[in-house]
């Protein structure tokens, strides 16, 4: 359905047209829309009136308009009678998110900035004929921005007084994005404005953070409300589809205040409950997720969004390089976005619990950020250093890491279902934000694994930046559950690891991310002879020994360091690795003292050639170790259809680093693998040393923890 049909259908009566990408709105609001432009604006309100909507066209002129200019005067006049002209029939003049101060002769000409503002307003309102509806938004258009208070505001005072009575004033409430609206705060404006106020309600709007959604239920306004307003406008989500819930809620909470004030039906169903509603809400939205997507739709969608793309190359692989093996061949053509899938209700709940209201997490959000605090917070209980323990508190974080685990998994299999679903349009504008949830709780799955695998070492370090719950608007901490749960890891103040855009073609490959078994040496062995044989692209000599290539890349880390590698996995098994040392000098050591007389002996003189030349630690120097004392590797298979995986693996690895006390870490690449070291700088990395300084030819790469 079209936002008109939708409106309709839920007895919603309103639309505002204000758009930010018009920049004939705000930016440029002195020019007049082009003849192509007039017809597209002319089929928006014949459609919206074709349905009963009262279709509102605001202008923003604030930034820049003299108020005291006749010439700006007319531009205005001009382009408000352009629209009318068009057949819309109410306006809004906005003058929000702007500076108080006036320009010299403004200050000359009026009395004060709300004077200016209220004279210019009430000019146009009878230019216009005294249209019925005619809306001003104020400066101070919500309690917080008032100085200094609402009902002691001159500013306020001056509108209340001078702004013809006929013109409603918007205002947010006690916020720009009000938890809750009540009878007292309203009564206050009220009282102040003169008039009752119109609700510009931004509950849902999340302009302000390219990483939150707002799928929860219409909330913290008593139907009631609606007896001391002159209206209320939902100011959505940026994303079309992602407004179904909300829109839904808000009709059934016109609704209810409607029955409520006629005195219609029982007192349960006058009485608007959110939870009711969202459940409503849900089982109509059920139906159309799992519809195909309209004909007519997909031409309005982005077209970076399609599902017959190109594979992108991970870092550090050559593309058109021959396949190895069975698995490249198993794995080609098949993880791209196909839309054959149905989204479960178990499913839509948990999409629209992660992603609720700015100021309230949904059930399935709550838990896993409870469950994460306290699964950190007490992991010295799994510790095998912790001998004082007691079994049962070891048992509940073993319970309690498992219901994370399995929450994490239903992100990923969520994911997975919302790029494989029918309805494309979803796909489209919810994918950004289930891709985003879904790596940051890979790398949060795969800290809690690694926290809880028997080791010996003890944890020297874990941060966690505390969360005001009392700042005032949700815009103060970025990320929602995403970025909560991101602060709650011990790189999480690096947002270069967390914030990058989705990748071009949407993939319905699961991944999993994990810490290393030793049943997983033969597969990674396995693995980088493939990548050797791609990138050198001729094939393996049959002299070589089988293992020669994993001993020489893999092999001591595995061996001695085991704790700090981690394995990425899809349907088909291993498809990457991340191998770290936590500390380059004391690893050296302990290479030349067993490792490589082990590989002495696996490898005799008489095998020309197989001899894995293990590198020295010792060849870093002094002044490198001091500032990045870790080291890393990291290799994944060309058919990784999501590149960003690699970065989320990756992340995964310096979130164990730097919860055992690592300062910095470094990896040598190729001065030719200009993909790889691409990849590295976008994640903070910063070129250190340069062969030519050193015995080898790589290029070393660093970044601070």
Same mark, same amino acid.
């Given at each position: 359905m079209s936002f008109s049909i939708r409106m309709q259908h839920w007895g919603l009566n309103t639309y505002l047209y204000g758009p930010k990408d018009d920049l004939k709105h705000r930016l440029l609001w002195r020019e007049v829309y082009s003849p192509e432009e007039e017809g597209q604006l002319r089929t928006l309100i014949v459609e919206a009136q074709s349905r009963g909507l009262r279709f509102v066209y605001a202008l923003s002129p604030g930034q820049d308009i003299v108020f005291s200019s006749s010439c700006d005067l007319t531009l205005l006049k001009r382009k408000l009678r352009q629209v009318s002209d068009l057949g819309c029939q109410a306006f809004a003049i906005l003058f929000d998110d702007i500076d108080h101060s006036m320009c010299q002769a403004d200050s000359e000409a009026f009395t004060s900035f709300a004077h200016a503002q209220v004279t210019v307003t009430n000019e146009i309102y009878r230019f216009l004929g005294e249209p019925p509806v005619f809306l001003f938004c104020p400066t101070e258009y919500c309690g917080s921005l008032c100085s200094p208070s609402v009902s002691k505001s001159p500013y306020l005072q001056t509108v209340g007084e001078d702004l013809l009575p006929n013109i409603t004033v918007i205002w947010t409430g006690s916020k720009v994005i009000s938890r809750k609206l009540s009878l007292e705060s309203l009564a206050e404006v009220e009282s102040v404005l003169q008039r009752p106020p119109l609700i510009w309600d931004n509950l849902h709007a999340n302009d302000y953070d390219s990483r939150r959604l707002f799928l929860g239920p219409f909330k913290g306004r008593e139907p009631q409300l609606r007896n001391h307003l002159r209206g209320l406008l939902l100011n959505p989500n940026c994303e079309f589809e992602a407004n179904y819930i909300p829109l839904h809620t808000l009709g059934s909470w016109h609704r209810a205040g409607k029955e409520d004030t006629k005195g219609e039906g029982s007192n349960e169903e006058c009485e608007y409950c959110p939870d009711r509603a969202l459940s409503a809400?849900?089982?109509?939205?059920?139906?159309?997720?799992?519809?195909?997507?309209?004909?007519?739709?997909?031409?309005?969608?982005?077209?970076?969004? #399609?599902?017959?793309?190109?594979?992108?190359?991970?870092?550090?692989?050559?593309?058109?390089? %021959?396949? =190895?093996?069975?698995?490249? !061949?198993?794995?080609?053509?098949?993880?791209?976005?196909?839309?054959?899938?149905?989204?479960?209700?178990? #499913?839509?709940?948990?999409?629209?619990?992660?992603?609720?209201?700015?100021?309230?997490?949904? %059930?399935? =959000?709550?838990?896993?950020? !409870?469950?994460?605090?306290?699964?950190?917070?007490?992991?010295?209980l799994v510790s095998t250093n912790s001998k004082k323990a007691a079994p049962q508190k070891v048992d509940e974080w073993r319970g309690r890491a498992s219901r994370f685990l399995s929450l994490c998994e239903d992100i990923a299999q969520l994911h997975c279902s919302v790029v494989g679903g029918n309805n494309r349009a979803v796909l489209y504008d919810l994918y950004p934000y289930v891709w985003d949830l879904r790596n940051t709780a890979l790398v949060a799955k795969a800290f809690i694994c690694w926290l809880g695998k028997d080791r010996s070492n003890i944890l020297l370090y874990y941060q966690c930046d505390a969360l005001d719950s009392a700042l005032s608007e949700p815009w103060a901490f970025k990320g929602g559950v995403s970025g909560e749960v991101q602060m709650l890891l011990p790189v999480g103040s690096s947002s270069e690891l967390f914030t990058h855009p989705p990748p071009l073609f949407p993939t319905s490959r699961l991944y999993n991310i994990r810490p290393y078994h030793s049943k997983d040496k033969v597969e990674l062995y396995r693995m980088v002879r493939q990548l050797h044989l791609r990138t050198q692209g001729g094939p393996e000599s049959s002299a070589a020994h089988p293992d020669v290539i994993g001993d020489r890349c893999l092999g001591p880390c595995l061996a001695l360091c085991p704790e700090y590698s981690f394995i990425l996995e899809d349907e088909l098994g291993v498809c990457g690795c991340v191998l770290g040392i936590l500390d380059v000098r004391s690893f050296a050591k302990r290479c030349q003292a067993s490792w490589i007389p082990a590989m002495r002996d696996?490898?005799?003189?008489?095998?020309?050639?197989?001899?894995?030349?293990?590198?020295?630690?010792?060849?870093y120097p002094d002044s490198l170790l001091y500032h990045f004392p870790s080291q890393l590797r990291l290799d994944a298979l060309p058919e990784l259809v999501d590149i960003s995986i690699s970065r989320t693996l990756l992340t995964a690895l310096l979130t164990a680093l730097k919860a055992n006390g690592s300062q910095g870490v470094f990896c040598e690449v190729q001065p030719t693998d200009r993909q790889r070291l691409e990849f590295l700088t976008k994640l903070g990395f910063l070129e250190i040393l340069r062969g030519e300084a050193r015995s080898r030819e790589g290029v070393v790469l660093g970044r601070l923890l």
């Open positions: 809400a849900l089982k109509d939205w059920m139906e159309e997720l799992n519809q195909p997507l309209q004909a007519g739709r997909e031409g309005e969608k982005r077209k970076s969004y #399609q599902s017959c793309q190109p594979i992108q190359q991970p870092p550090g692989t050559k593309p058109g390089a %021959p396949a =190895a093996g069975g698995r490249g !061949q198993k794995a080609q053509g098949r993880g791209l976005c196909g839309g054959k899938g149905l989204l479960s209700e178990s #499913q839509v709940r948990l999409l629209v619990g992660l992603h609720y209201l700015p100021h309230e997490h949904g %059930p399935s =959000a709550q838990k896993l950020l !409870q469950d994460l605090t306290w699964l950190k917070t007490n992991c010295q696996k490898y005799p003189p008489k095998m020309n050639g197989t001899h894995p030349n293990t590198q020295d630690q010792g060849e």
